[in-house]
């Protein structure tokens, strides 16, 4: 059983930053990368970044350049701070495990955490 707990979000004006952290346990697998996802409203859930325990980060080519993933594997956390934000950022951000071609490892999913940006 895993256990992925998102916190961070909140309400942002257009251009305004946030960090959002995700605390990961339980019996993940240690080949897989660490990874954020998001679902905008009335869209399918898509992948933004991810991250190994040692390995370099990868993004999705929409979030170079804004978005930032890192992970303190000591904590058992990973973050994913977001600047500039944008309207089109407005969703719900979530962690998982990815596999090789982006798809998460698990089924199950924590509550996510909120963002909403408004002009």
């Known amino acids: 059983q895993v256990q992925f707990v998102e916190s961070g979000g909140g309400l942002v004006q257009t251009g305004g930053s946030l960090r959002l952290s995700c605390v990961f346990s339980g019996n993940l697998y240690a080949t897989y990368p660490m990874a954020w996802y998001r679902q905008l409203p009335e869209k399918e859930r898509e992948l933004v970044a991810s991250?190994?325990?040692?390995?370099?980060?990868d993004y999705a080519p929409f979030a170079l350049g804004q978005f930032t993933i890192s992970r303190d594997n000591a904590k058992n956390t990973i973050y994913l701070q977001i600047h500039n934000l944008k309207n089109e950022d407005t969703g719900v951000y979530y962690c998982?495990?990815?596999?090789?071609?982006?798809?998460?490892?698990?089924?199950?999913w924590g509550q996510g955490t909120q963002v909403t940006v408004s002009s």
């Open positions: 991250i190994g325990k040692g390995g370099p980060p």
């Open positions: 998982n495990q990815r596999l090789i071609d982006g798809r998460p490892v698990f089924s199950s």
